[in-house]
C-alpha cells in the first residue's frame, strides 16, 4: 500500500499499526478462500491474525468494508489486462499473440483473485453499487481498450463498418470474465486448460478482427 494508512477514528497508523492492518487483510483474503463471505466473522478474523476484535475495528468499521478494501487493492492490479490490450498489434500474426495474451491474462487474474471475485460478483449481483463499480473499474478499461482497436481496424477497412466496436469489446469481455469465473467448471465437461486458452483466444481473434488467426 502507498500514502497514509488511517484508523477507523481518522488517525495515521504508524509503521506498526500499517503492519497489522496489512495482516489482517491477509488473513481476510485467505479465509474467504476457504469459507463463504457471509460466513466470516470479525472475531475469527483477529484470531487468525493473532489479535482482538477491537484492533480489527480500530481500521475496518466491519468485514464487508475490510473486504471492500481487498476488492480496491486487486482492482488496481486490474490494470494489468487493460496494459494487454492497449496499443498492441491486431494484425497478421501478432494479433493472434495479443488475442492469447489477453486470454491468459483474464485467466491468471481471476486464479489469483478468485475469492475476493466472487465477492465483488455477488455483491454487484445484489445491486450494491459499491462492489459493482470496483467490478467495472477492472473491466471498462480492457474495453475500451478492445473497442479503440476495433475502430482503428475499422479506420483502415479491415472491419465491417457497420459493427458497433462497443458492443464487440463489451461482448468479448463479458465472456472472458464468465470463462474466467468458470473455470474449475470446464472440467466438469471434460475440457482441459490446454484446450480452453487457444479456443477461447480464437472466438477474441475472430471477434475483433472478423478473420481466422494466422499463427
Not at 495474451?101 to 489469483?112: A, I, P, S, T
Request: aromatic content about 6%; some cysteine; glycine content about 8%.
Amino acid at each position: 500500500m502507498t500514502g497514509q494508512v488511517r484508523t477507523v477514528d481518522g488517525r495515521v497508523a504508524g509503521r506498526r499499526g500499517q503492519a497489522t492492518r496489512q495482516k489482517l487483510l491477509d488473513c481476510l483474503s485467505e479465509m474467504l478462500s476457504s469459507s463463504p463471505y457471509r460466513d466470516v466473522k470479525v472475531i475469527d478474523v483477529a484470531r487468525k491474525a493473532g489479535t482482538s476484535p477491537a484492533t480489527f475495528y480500530q481500521y475496518f468499521p466491519d468485514v464487508e468494508g475490510a473486504v471492500l478494501e481487498l476488492a480496491e487493492e486487486m482492482a488496481k492490479e486490474g490494470a494489468e489486462l487493460t496494459e494487454l490490450v492497449s496499443g498492441r498489434s491486431w494484425v497478421g500474426k501478432a494479433a493472434w499473440q495479443t488475442s492469447v495474451q489477453l486470454v491468459e491474462g483474464f485467466l491468471d487474474f481471476w486464479r489469483r483473485h478468485d475469492a475476493i471475485l466472487r465477492v465483488v460478483d455477488l455483491g454487484a449481483a445484489e445491486g450494491d453499487k459499491r462492489f459493482y463499480k470496483i467490478r467495472m473499474k477492472i473491466l471498462t478499461s480492457v474495453t475500451n481498450s478492445l473497442a479503440d482497436a476495433v475502430k482503428d481496424l475499422q479506420s483502415k477497412g479491415k472491419v465491417d463498418k457497420d459493427v458497433s466496436p462497443a458492443a464487440v469489446a463489451g461482448s468479448l469481455v463479458a465472456m472472458l470474465a464468465a470463462v474466467a469465473a468458470h473455470q474449475k467448471g470446464f472440467t466438469t465437461w471434460g475440457v482441459k486448460q490446454a484446450e480452453l486458452k487457444p479456443n477461447l483466444a480464437l472466438l477474441v481473434h475472430l471477434g475483433i478482427t472478423e478473420k481466422k488467426p494466422i499463427k
